[in-house]
C-alpha cells in the first residue's frame, strides 16, 4: 500500500481490473470534487500499469491542450511510424503528400495536424475531424500491445476536447479491445452515452472519512497520536476536514514520530 493511499480499495481493484486483457469494460471514470484524493489514486493506478503496456498520460487541465496537440502526443507515445493511415489522412487534408510530412520536423508534425483540422476545401472541421479519428483508431487496431490513457482534469478540457472525448473517442474505445481509457475530474463524460455507457464503469470519489482507513497510513509514516484515544481523535480529525485526504494525509506527516 502507498503510504499516501487511505481506502479507494474498490476503485483501485477497478483500475487492475481495467488492465487486464480479458477485461470488456475498457472505460473507468473516476469523478471527485477538489480534495478528494484523485491524484493521489491516479498516482497509484500509474504504478499498476502493466510494463508491457503502452501509457499515455493526458492532463486536460486549461484551454492549452488542443486537439491537433492530443493527437500529436498519442502519437509520439506510441511512435509515429504506427500511424500510416493517420499520417495519410493528414496529407491529405492538409494538401501535402505524404512524403513532404514525413520531411516535416517532429514539433512541425503537430502543425500539419492543425492544418489538415482546419484545412481550405468544403469539408466542415467535424468532418475532418470524424476522418483523422478514423483513420488514428484504423491505425490502432494495428497495436499489438495495450494502450492505457489516463486523461485527468476532465473539467478544466475546452469544450471541443469534452465533445470529442465524451463523444467519437470514447465510441471507438467501446469497439477497441487493445484500449483502455481512464478519465478522471470533477466532472466525467456523460455515462449514459448509449454509444459507449455499456463498456465503461463510474466511481464517485467522497473522500476518506474513517479512521479506520488512516490507520495503516499513520503506523507506515511512524507516527504518533498524540491521544490516550488514538482512534476517536482521528476519526475527529477525518471529520473536521470532510474526509478530504490531502488535507488529512499533511495533518498526519506533522504528527510526532513514534519512539
Request: aromatic content about 8%; overall charge negative; hydrophobic content about 40%.
Amino acid at each position: 500500500m502507498s503510504e499516501n493511499i487511505a481506502n479507494y480499495q474498490a476503485e483501485r481493484l477497478a483500475f487492475n481490473e481495467l488492465v487486464q486483457p480479458e477485461c470488456e469494460r475498457r472505460i473507468l471514470l473516476f469523478e471527485g470534487k477538489s480534495g478528494s484524493g484523485k491524484s493521489t489514486l491516479l498516482t497509484h493506478c500509474r504504478t499498476h500499469i502493466p510494463k508491457e503496456s503502452h501509457h499515455i498520460p493526458v492532463d486536460l487541465r486549461g484551454t492549452s491542450l488542443s486537439l491537433a496537440g492530443l493527437f500529436f502526443k498519442m502519437m509520439r507515445q506510441l511512435k509515429n511510424e504506427l500511424f500510416r493511415a493517420f499520417s495519410d489522412k493528414v496529407a491529405e487534408l492538409s494538401g501535402r503528400s505524404a512524403v513532404e510530412l514525413k520531411n516535416v520536423a517532429q514539433w512541425g508534425n503537430e502543425n500539419q495536424i492543425h492544418v489538415a483540422l482546419q484545412g481550405s476545401t468544403n469539408l466542415s472541421r467535424e468532418e475532418r475531424l470524424a476522418a483523422l479519428t478514423n483513420a488514428w483508431f484504423s491505425d490502432m487496431q494495428a497495436v499489438q500491445r495495450q494502450c492505457v490513457v489516463m486523461m485527468d482534469t476532465f473539467e478544466q478540457a475546452n469544450d471541443e476536447m469534452k465533445e470529442w472525448v465524451s463523444g467519437d473517442f470514447l465510441t471507438e474505445v467501446a469497439n477497441s479491445e487493445n484500449l483502455r481509457v481512464m478519465v478522471a475530474g470533477q466532472c466525467v463524460p456523460d455515462v449514459s452515452r448509449i454509444e459507449w455507457g455499456h463498456c465503461c464503469e463510474k466511481w464517485i470519489l467522497d473522500g476518506v472519512r474513517e479512521a479506520i482507513h488512516w490507520m495503516p497510513v499513520v503506523e507506515a509514516l511512524g507516527k504518533s497520536i498524540p491521544s490516550v484515544e488514538p482512534f476517536g481523535f482521528l476519526q475527529g480529525i477525518c471529520s473536521a476536514f470532510e474526509g478530504d485526504p490531502a488535507k488529512i494525509i499533511e495533518f498526519i506527516k506533522r504528527l510526532p514520530r513514534k519512539s
